[in-house]
T-cell receptor
Framework: KAGVTQTPRYLIKTRGQQVTLSCSPISGHRSVSWYQQTPGQGLQFLFEYFSETQRNKGNFPGRFSGRQFSNSRSEMNVSTLELGDSALYLC??????????FGPGTRLTVL | KQEVTQIPAALSVPEGENLVLNCSFTDSAIYNLQWFRQDPGKGLTSLLLIQSSQREQTSGRLNASLDKSSGRSTLYIAASQPGDSATYLCAVRGAGGTSYGKLTFGQGTILTVHP
């Protein structure tokens, strides 16, 4: 089976812009979670989607949003980018929330 | 709020040594605990998952134990190799309160195995 894929792998944006990241889970997986990883804060949970419904949400401002499509693919959107949003954004999929399989991540740089 | 701590923050050992990485968590209401490794600039690779009802899991040279009541887990790596060099992360999935369903990560242990 193909693993979790994320696009794009690298992204450079300027402050105030918005960005959309995409995640394709492992075939058959219905749960997709998003995480932000920074050197200072480590890995932090953003949100989890299961069968197109947001099942859980971390402590991030409303500028961070996501959605899941009927084919389980998920997108994450960040509006009004700030310098502090520079991070590695990781997506993980699982069958029902058990073992998490991670993608390679999208490296976002905000200038 | 669940907090996960990993000790030590960094570890450097010669090839062939057996080693133990530690993980502790503050809220024992968890569904499971998972150990990952992360290579520089890459995503996470799942190593072992222990359900809350289990005491340990083994995969090859890796053995992970879980003591839910005391909020501790250890990852034992036997006969370490240079290819084991990576950052090791533990994460717990909460089963109650504000941590329900969320995966909380520790800050990781940076392992270096030198030839």
């Amino acid at each position: 089976k193909a693993g979790v894929t994320q696009t794009p792998r690298y992204l450079i944006k300027t402050r105030g812009q918005q960005v959309t990241l995409s995640c394709s889970p492992i075939s058959g997986h219905r749960s997709v979670s998003w995480y932000q990883q920074t050197p200072g804060q480590g890995l932090q949970f953003l949100f989890e989607y299961f069968s197109e419904t947001q099942r859980n949400k971390g402590n991030f401002p409303g500028r961070f949003s996501g959605r899941q499509f009927s084919n389980s693919r998920s997108e994450m959107n960040v509006s009004t980018l700030e310098l502090g949003d520079s991070a590695l954004y990781l997506c993980a999929s699982s069958l029902k929330g058990d073992t998490q399989y991670f993608g390679p991540g999208t490296r976002l740089t905000v200038l | 709020k669940q907090e996960v701590t990993q000790i030590p923050a960094a570890l450097s050992v010669p090839e062939g040594e057996n080693l133990v990485l530690n993980c502790s968590f503050t809220d024992s209401a968890i569904y499971n605990l998972q150990w990952f490794r992360q290579d520089p600039g890459k995503g996470l690779t799942s190593l072992l998952l222990i359900q809350s009802s289990q005491r340990e899991q083994t995969s090859g040279r890796l053995n992970a134990s879980l003591d839910k009541s005391s909020g501790r887990s250890t990852l034992y790596i036997a006969a370490s190799q240079p290819g084991d060099s990576a950052t090791y992360l533990c994460a717990v999935r909460g089963a109650g309160g504000t941590s329900y369903g969320k995966l909380t990560f520790g800050q990781g242990t940076i392992l270096t195995v030198h030839p």
